[in-house]
C-alpha cells in the first residue's frame, strides 16, 4: 500500500474519530455559535491534513489533534477579531433557526463558558473533555502551577456564571 | 462540576454530521497549502523580477554617465536588495509559527514574527522606500538631458503616484498586523499571568 493510501486512511480515521470533538471544542470556543464552529472545525482538519506528514508519533494523535484545535481557535480569534462574529446574545432567534432544538439546552453552559477570557475558555473546555493535567500542560504550554492556579479559578468563575444564568 | 461535564458530553453527541466529505476536505488542505506558498514567495518574487527588470534596463538600455546617476542606481538596486532579504528573512520566521507546538510556544512565535514585522513596516521600510526614492531622484538629472519637460512631469508624477499607492497598501497591511500584535500580547498576558 502507498504512502499516500495510508495517510488517506489515517486521516479518515481520525476525521470520523475526532470530529465531534473538535466541532464541540469549536462551539464552546464560539459561544454556541454551531455554524462558525463548523467553519473552524473545517479549518482544523485542514490543518491536520498538512500536518499530517510531520507527526512523529511523539504524541498521542488525541493530544496533537487537540493542539491542532487550540492553536485554530486562538488563531482565527486573532484573524477575525475585527470582523462581527455571531454569538448566542446576537442571534435573536436562535433555537427558531436550529433544527435540532435540543441545543437550547446547552445555551446556557456555551454562555457561560463564552464568558471565560479566550485561554481560560479553552482550558475549561479541555477540562470537561476530561483531559488529565498533564495533558492539558503539553497543549497549552503552561507550567503546571500555573495551570492548577488557572482551574481553580476558572471553576469558580464558570459556577458564578452558571449560577447567574440560572 | 460533574452536571457540567453531563451536559457538556450530552452536547457532543448532538454534533451532527460533519458537512464536507474527507476528499473534499484533503483537496481544500492542498489549496491552502498551494496559497500559503504564494503568500511566502509571492512577494520575494515580484521583488525579484522588478530588480532584474531594473538592473537589465540600466544595464542593456540606459547607460547613465554621470556619477551621480551611477549613484542612483546603485542606490534604487540597494534599496530593492534589502527589501528582497527582509521578505526572505520574515517568510523564514513566519514558516516557524507551527500549529503542532503547545499554544504558548505557538503565540511566542507568532509574537516574534509580529515584533519583527512591526520593525520592517518602521526602521527597515522607511530605509528602503528612502533608498529607492533616493536612487530615482538621483537618475532624474541625467534623464533630463535627454527628456522634454512633459515627459519629465509625467514621469515625476506617475512615480508620486505610485508612492502614494504602495504607502496606502502598506498601511492597511500594517493595521492588520498591529491589530494582531496587540491581540498576541493580550494572549500572552494570559498565558503569563498567575494571579
Given at each position: 500500500m502507498s504512502n499516500s493510501t495510508e495517510q488517506k486512511q489515517l486521516y479518515e480515521s481520525l476525521f470520523l474519530q475526532h470530529y465531534p470533538m473538535v466541532v464541540q471544542m469549536c462551539t464552546g470556543y464560539m459561544k454556541g455559535d454551531r455554524d462558525l464552529a463548523k467553519d473552524i472545525a473545517q479549518e482544523v482538519f485542514i490543518n491536520v491534513w498538512n500536518a499530517l506528514p510531520v507527526?512523529?508519533?511523539?504524541?498521542?494523535h488525541r493530544t496533537w489533534i487537540y493542539k491542532i484545535t487550540v492553536n485554530s481557535c486562538l488563531l482565527y480569534i486573532r484573524n477575525n477579531k475585527n470582523k462581527q462574529t455571531a454569538s448566542l446574545d446576537d442571534v435573536p432567534n436562535y433555537s427558531q433557526v436550529k433544527?435540532?432544538?435540543?441545543h437550547t439546552h446547552y445555551d446556557s453552559l456555551y454562555r457561560a463558558i463564552g464568558e471565560l477570557p479566550e485561554l481560560e475558555r479553552l482550558i475549561m473546555m479541555l477540562l470537561l473533555e476530561e483531559l488529565e493535567y498533564e495533558e492539558i500542560v503539553k497543549i497549552t504550554g503552561l507550567s503546571s502551577i500555573n495551570l492548577r492556579v488557572k482551574i481553580h479559578r476558572i471553576k469558580k468563575k464558570i459556577k458564578q456564571l452558571l449560577n447567574q444564568e440560572i | 462540576m460533574d452536571n457540567i461535564k453531563k451536559t457538556w458530553k450530552e452536547a457532543k453527541g448532538a454534533?451532527?454530521?460533519?458537512?464536507?466529505t474527507v476528499e473534499t476536505l484533503i483537496l481544500k488542505a492542498r489549496q491552502k497549502k498551494k496559497s500559503v506558498l504564494y503568500f511566502h514567495y509571492g512577494n520575494i518574487v515580484v521583488l525579484t523580477i522588478t530588480l532584474v527588470a531594473i538592473a537589465l534596463f540600466f544595464y542593456k538600455v540606459v547607460h547613465f554617465q554621470t556619477n551621480l546617476g551611477k549613484a542612483g542606481i546603485v542606490l534604487m538596486h540597494s534599496g530593492l536588495i534589502i527589501r528582497i532579504l527582509v521578505e526572505v528573512y520574515s517568510s523564514i520566521k513566519s514558516k516557524k509559527?507551527?500549529?503542532?507546538?503547545?499554544a504558548a510556544q505557538t503565540n511566542s512565535d507568532a509574537l516574534s514574527f509580529y515584533n519583527f514585522r512591526r520593525a520592517v513596516h518602521g526602521p527597515i521600510t522607511i530605509a528602503t522606500v528612502g533608498l529607492y526614492m533616493a536612487g530615482f531622484y538621483f537618475l532624474s538629472p541625467e534623464f533630463a538631458m535627454y527628456l522634454n519637460l512633459t515627459t519629465m512631469i509625467l514621469m515625476h508624477l506617475s512615480f508620486v503616484v505610485g508612492a502614494i499607492f504602495v504607502v496606502w497598501q502598506v498601511r492597511k497591511g500594517v493595521q492588520t498586523e498591529m491589530r494582531n500584535l496587540r491581540s498576541l500580547r493580550e494572549l500572552k498576558d494570559q498565558l503569563e499571568e498567575t494571579e
Open positions: 507527526f512523529k508519533g511523539d504524541a498521542k433544527t435540532e432544538t435540543t | 454534533t451532527g454530521q460533519p458537512s464536507g509559527i507551527v500549529l503542532l507546538n503547545d
